[in-house]
């Protein structure tokens, strides 16, 4: 699986932006897809996830409420719209596909080049 995020950019805190992630081959819908973000000098951490179904969802306590993860098996793309953003989601954002539902790094497999978001106060 071949992975490739866009839709980052400048946006001003308290505005909204899509994430999507392109993914090739026919086996999308078999596979979990999680966001991951890291900021400048800090871990990579699990934003948000989505079982292959898109029927269960997972978000970190500091997204909850203002980012959405969905995903289009039939377009093979995920999702991640982020609202109310403030400064400290800054961070290059990466989607991820794995086997498994789950907020661990080390369970996905496959990793797109990541798109960077700034967060402007």
């Known amino acids: 699986v071949q992975l490739q995020a866009y839709g980052g950019g400048l946006v001003q805190a308290g505005g909204s932006l899509r994430l999507s992630c392109a993914a090739s081959?026919?086996?999308?819908?078999?596979?979990?897809m999680g966001w991951f973000r890291q900021a400048p000098g800090k871990e990579r951490e699990s934003v948000a996830s989505?079982?292959?179904?898109?029927?269960?969802?997972y978000y970190a306590n500091s997204v909850k409420g203002r980012f959405t993860v969905s995903r289009d098996n039939a377009k093979n793309t995920v999702y991640l719209q982020m609202n109310s953003l403030r400064p400290e989601d800054t961070a290059v954002y990466y989607c991820?596909?794995?086997?498994?539902?789950?907020?661990?790094?080390?369970?996905?497999?496959?990793w797109g080049q990541g798109t960077l978001v700034t967060v402007s106060s």
């Open positions: 991820a596909a794995g086997t498994t539902f789950s907020r661990t790094r080390a369970q996905y497999d496959y």
């Open positions: 081959g026919r086996t999308f819908s078999s596979y979990a």
């Open positions: 989505i079982t292959a179904s898109g029927g269960d969802t």
